[in-house]
């Protein structure tokens, strides 16, 4: 990480944060919503089913998410917490077009994730799985640049685990979206969205740590 400044610092820490904060998704919508669903499963089951709002068959599939309000909910957090974080997690290298691109493509992934919450798949079904397409493509670009910008940074661990999550995440959406299989959709849309979200979560937690050590008025 570059030598920081006060201001620089205190951006990366609460970017950090934010980023660390989407661990909530995963506690809300697996630990909390999947549990409670009715019938819905890792590998059957598309993620967007968690959100549906009533019960009832949806493209030949019945849905059921009783707690489909925590699952729309956690999106939308975890949605503007990306965008905030992708704006302030920018301090971590210097500014130049890929850098921004990087960031910026992170930022709509976050746009993304807030419009599938507020757009559940029984009620908008396009506008849902447009958001969503959104939410995995640009995610997944942007961890990609990032860690390619990375390993150029003197980051190897980083930049390698992101180049990977990036390339496992556009690899799986890819074949999710032109080859959709209804037996295994809800297993290959994981793969496609999990990678790259979790290394936003690691890196997350990683910035907020390091710039906390590296704050100019961190008593030694």
Same mark, same amino acid.
């Given at each position: $990480? @570059?030598?920081? &400044?006060?201001?620089?610092?205190?951006?990366?820490?609460?970017?950090?944060?934010?980023?660390?904060?989407? *661990?909530?998704?995963?506690?809300?919508?697996?630990?909390?919503?999947?549990?409670? +669903?009715?019938?819905?499963?890792?590998?059957?089951? =598309?993620?967007?089913?968690?959100? %549906? &709002?009533?019960?009832?068959?949806?493209?030949?599939?019945?849905?059921?998410?009783? #707690?489909?309000?925590? +699952?729309?909910?956690?999106?939308? %957090?975890?949605?503007?917490?990306?965008?905030?974080?992708?704006?302030?997690?920018?301090?971590?290298?210097? /500014?130049?077009?890929?850098?921004?691109?990087?960031?910026?493509?992170?930022?709509?992934?976050?746009?993304?994730?807030?419009?599938?919450?507020?757009? /559940?798949?029984?009620?908008?079904?396009? %506008?849902? !799985?447009?958001?969503?397409? &959104?939410?995995?493509?640009?995610?997944?670009?942007?961890?990609?640049?990032?860690?390619? $910008?990375?390993?150029?940074?003197?980051?190897?661990?980083?930049?390698? +685990?992101? =180049? !990977?999550?990036?390339? *496992?995440? =556009?690899?799986?959406? &890819?074949?999710?979206?032109? @080859? /959709?299989?209804?037996?295994?959709?809800?297993?290959?849309? @994981?793969?496609?969205? #999990?990678?790259?979200?979790?290394?936003?979560?690691?890196?997350? +937690?990683?910035?907020?740590?390091?710039?906390?050590?590296?704050?100019?008025?961190?008593? /030694?």
């Amino acid at each position: $990480m @570059r030598e920081l &400044t006060f201001t620089a610092s205190r951006r990366l820490t609460a970017g950090g944060v934010l980023w660390a904060s989407l *661990v909530q998704i995963f506690v809300v919508n697996n630990a909390v919503v999947l549990p409670r +669903a009715s019938s819905q499963n890792l590998v059957d089951h =598309i993620i967007s089913a968690l959100g %549906v &709002t009533r019960c009832g068959r949806v493209g030949g599939f019945r849905f059921c998410s009783p #707690w489909h309000e925590a +699952a729309d909910i956690a999106w939308i %957090v975890g949605g503007f917490c990306l965008v905030l974080g992708a704006l302030l997690n920018a301090a971590v290298l210097p /500014p130049d077009r890929l850098r921004n691109l990087a960031f910026g493509v992170l930022a709509a992934s976050g746009v993304g994730l807030v419009s599938t919450g507020f757009n /559940p798949y029984n009620l908008r079904p396009a %506008v849902h !799985l447009l958001s969503a397409g &959104t939410c995995f493509f640009c995610g997944a670009l942007g961890v990609l640049l990032l860690g390619g $910008m990375l390993r150029q940074a003197q980051r190897p661990y980083w930049g390698t +685990a992101g =180049i !990977l999550c990036g390339v *496992v995440s =556009i690899v799986s959406a &890819t074949l999710t979206a032109l @080859r /959709p299989d209804p037996y295994v959709q809800g297993l290959f849309e @994981r793969i496609a969205a #999990w990678p790259s979200v979790v290394w936003v979560i690691c890196f997350g +937690a990683y910035l907020a740590v390091s710039a906390r050590r590296a704050s100019p008025g961190r008593r /030694p």
